[in-house]
């Protein structure tokens, strides 16, 4: 099993302009306070990017590694639904960075604003 197989993530629009993903808030992402760890939301963050940069790309040829993630965290969440929405600010054919902003789905509070690059390598066999 893959972290976006056991943390329940699931892709609701995948497009070259906006990358949507959704992850349930429960126990097991939480810090021992009651809310969410802040290492979620850069995973839920990569992951919504890394999704974006390889759109586009032949995957016998070429994928999208993370170079770099700022995240900044806005708000705590401690029940319902993150909902990550990525858009890119660049994406070239070797560089990619996306925007990714964070919300429980359920109020659209804003609890994460993240900026995530990649670089296009070369599938290695």
Avoid at 4 to 32: C, F, G, H, W
Avoid at 41 to 47: D, I, Q, R, S, V
Wanted: glycine content about 8%.
């Amino acid at each position: 099993m893959n972290a976006i197989e056991y943390l329940n993530i699931s892709v609701e629009e995948m497009t070259a302009e906006e990358v949507i993903l959704t992850m349930p808030i429960r126990d097991e992402i939480k810090q021992p306070y009651g809310i969410v760890h802040g290492g979620m939301n850069a995973l839920l963050a990569e992951t919504a990017g890394s999704f974006g940069a390889n759109i586009g790309l032949d995957n016998t040829k070429q994928v999208p590694v993370g170079l770099d993630i700022h995240t900044h965290h806005i708000a705590q969440a401690t029940e319902g639904t993150l909902r990550a929405i990525a858009t890119p600010i660049h994406a070239g054919r070797q560089i990619q960075t996306w925007r990714i902003d964070t919300y429980v789905m359920e109020t659209n509070k804003l609890t994460s604003s993240s900026t995530f690059t990649a670089m296009i390598i070369p599938v290695r066999k």
